[in-house]
């Protein structure tokens, strides 16, 4: 498989840095769009303890071309000191929607 399009995910600690987050990525071309999904609670092991906080869940949509670029720029401007950043591809997705995804990270036409 050598999908064409990816779903990005990341998470951040608040709405106000995962607004930031989405805008940029979005203006950046880097993603077509950027939904922000609220409400999430995580539960994880960082540095020798398990912690469970509040989080912004993100979903980025962007092509192949442009899943590097936009995994670094989401490490260059996350406040977390590690963020997740895991990119799943898409196996079937609406012909134009992708199409438009394409597109839209391609930049102006």
Known sequence: MNPEYFVVLTTCPDDTSAEILARRLVEERLAACVNRVPGLRSTYWWQGAVHDEPEVLLIAKTSAGRVAT???RIQELHPYELPEVIALPVALGA?????WMGQTVA???
């Open 70 to 72: 936009l995994s670094a």
């Open 95 to 99: 012909e134009r929607y992708l199409a």
């Open 107 to 109: 930049g102006p036409t």
